[in-house]
């Protein structure tokens, strides 16, 4: 029999709470140098150390810059992107580190520059061997006459001149496409050098900084253009992160209709007036980072429980405005919380419902996570499914997206495509890989069930208690059962227990399968759902399981509180 931790220990629930030193503002250990964005990535690595200062890639306006750079290999093909896109010989452009894109409209598609045969042209061949021990062009009438064949096989000849370079030259997949075809070597002191028409090879005789006596290095074409001042100034500047939309993380590409690009970015400025940032104290001098949702212009913010049940610090309006705030109530087992703060007219988010959302519709989440620069962030993803409350079995209902909700962004909104509020962003489920612990679906809080929740808080003005059972049971199947080597008994399979609960005193343990609550057969989390719904914090209730490997008990198990709560 397979262990039951190894079959469902793969996936880590995340809280989003961000812990935080109190005298950082931000942590450039944490925050993100590249990642997707619509129609491209953005990246930081070739800007400099500032992660929120960068460049992007995109496929913007027809001109497939993105598509090449993944086709050619990206940062290992091509490197980082250098610049901006600029007009070079009356064409759209973009450097990377390796190479310079050009956009030919007549085909459609993007040319790589022949950069050293341009730099030639400028007039750089005494500076490139000057400043970049790199010779100039041999003369290549020969060329004159031959077939492509033949002038690619006359040139690529001349690397029989050194056995190393050659080697790593034809190493390369692709070596006329990303290097060009070699125009001349030479002896350059300390160095052996090959000029190609896109690239440079060097093999080092001495060991340098950058590489051992023997080694084979290349400089790279789009580096070397933007040390020769051959691409505009303004294209080398690097670029803010701030009002990037970040698209799924780890999961490819995410194509977008220009219609849909349009309405993401408008339910984006629709609801950034009414996301704010939360700051709790979480004891000895350190500080969490939380977002929250204004559904009130009298001050009413929605945020998670998580967030809230630590002393609030302050919170800090799009304006730039720091409040300070009280806590109304809490629903812990819902993770939901309603605080307020002494202003009003405030820009409250339009309600929406989460009822009308279908696997595969866009929605857009916005928060505070200092893992992307310069927050807060626009991340936009797609549906995959509404579930129940598997957890504490309470009346909500969790929006389970592909969108990169990471820490920081806890109760913070989910919005529809028009800009209404259909969740709380609250967890982020992780899978443990060979590579490490990488994100892979979030999941937000219905905000049908968690309005009457917050309607209830507001009209008690006080926090809502729940009996808790303590065990995470999930519907299984037969072949969840033939998959992990177990006998199939109908019901809902226990998955995890928390030790300090009512669950794990009265012996219900991981890997029994809960059959029948108070006599009822649980078959779906709904159906215990509702039973627990009919029982007070206090009640005693029976619960019938079946080990898998054999023989059944019922346990009467008393419920408790929320844990941390009375």
């Not at 000895?284 to 949702?293: N, V």
């Not at 609550?517 to 215990?528: A, E, K, N, Y």
Request: hydrophobic share 40%.
């Amino acid at each position: 029999m397979r262990r039951l931790s190894t079959c469902f220990s793969v996936l880590i629930l995340c809280a989003l709470l961000m812990p935080h030193t109190a005298n950082a503002a931000s942590n450039d250990d944490e925050t993100l140098p590249s990642f997707p964005i619509i129609n491209g990535a953005y990246f930081s690595q070739a800007a400099g150390d500032d992660p929120a200062m960068g460049y992007t890639i995109t496929d913007d306006d027809g001109i497939a810059f993105y598509t090449t750079f993944r086709r050619l290999g990206g940062i290992t093909g091509v490197g980082f992107p250098a610049s901006g896109r600029f007009m070079f010989n009356g064409f759209v452009s973009q450097a990377t580190q390796k190479a310079i894109f050009q956009w030919n409209p007549a085909r459609g598609d993007v040319d790589l520059v022949n950069v050293f045969d341009v730099l030639s042209q400028a007039g750089l061949d005494g500076w490139l061997q000057a400043q970049k021990q790199t010779p100039p062009s041999f003369d290549n009438s020969a060329d004159a006459g031959k077939s492509w064949d033949q002038v690619v096989a006359r040139h690529q000849a001349e690397l029989d001149w050194n056995p190393a370079i050659k080697a790593r030259y034809f190493a390369d997949s692709d070596p006329v496409s990303h290097f060009g075809l070699p125009q001349s070597y030479a002896d350059e002191g300390n160095v052996l050098v090959v000029r190609c028409q896109r690239a440079v090879f060097q093999q080092w005789k001495v060991n340098v900084p950058w590489a051992q006596a023997g080694e084979v290095t290349i400089a790279n074409g789009g580096d070397i253009a933007k040390d020769a001042n051959l691409l505009p100034a303004a294209a080398t500047k690097p670029a803010s992160a701030r009002g990037l939309i970040a698209t799924p993380l780890f999961r490819g590409s995410f194509p977008l209709t220009n219609d849909q690009i349009n309405a993401v970015r408008a339910s984006s400025n629709h609801i950034l007036p009414s996301l704010v940032r939360i700051i709790v104290d979480l004891g000895d001098g350190g500080i969490g980072l939380g977002s929250g949702i204004i559904i009130d212009p009298n001050g009413l913010i929605l945020t998670n429980a998580h967030v809230a049940v630590h002393p609030i610090r302050s919170v800090l309006l799009q304006n730039g405005q720091s409040l300070p705030a009280t806590l109304i109530g809490t629903d812990t087992l819902a993770d939901l919380a309603l605080i307020h703060v002494a202003l009003t007219g405030l820009p409250a988010a339009d309600i929406g419902q989460s009822s009308a959302l279908q696997g595969g519709d866009i929605v857009v989440g916005v928060g505070y996570t200092p893992y992307f620069p310069s927050p807060p962030t626009t991340r936009v993803g797609a549906i995959i499914v509404s579930e129940p409350d598997a957890q504490n079995y309470t009346p909500i209902r969790y929006i389970v997206e592909t969108n990169a909700i990471l820490p920081g962004d806890s109760g913070g909104p989910l919005v529809n495509t028009a800009g209404q509020l259909v969740g709380i962003n609250s967890q982020s489920v992780l899978r443990r890989t060979s590579l490490g612990i990488l994100p892979l679906f979030s999941r937000s809080i219905a905000i049908d069930g968690a309005m009457p929740i917050i309607r209830q808080i507001i009209s008690t003005g006080a926090s809502i208690q729940r009996p808790y059972l303590g065990a995470i049971a999930l519907p299984w199947t037969q072949e969840d059962a033939t998959r992990m080597e177990l006998p199939y008994t109908p019901g809902l399979l226990v998955v995890d227990v928390d030790h300090r609960s009512p669950a794990a005193k009265a012996g219900v343990r991981e890997g029994q399968v809960i059959v029948a609550v108070d006599g009822m057969q649980t078959l779906t989390v709904g159906s215990l759902i509702g039973i627990l719904a009919k029982h007070s914090i206090g009640d005693t209730i029976t619960v019938t399981t079946v080990n898998p490997l054999g023989g059944a008990r019922t346990v009467s198990i008393v419920l408790g509180g929320s844990p941390g709560t009375a």
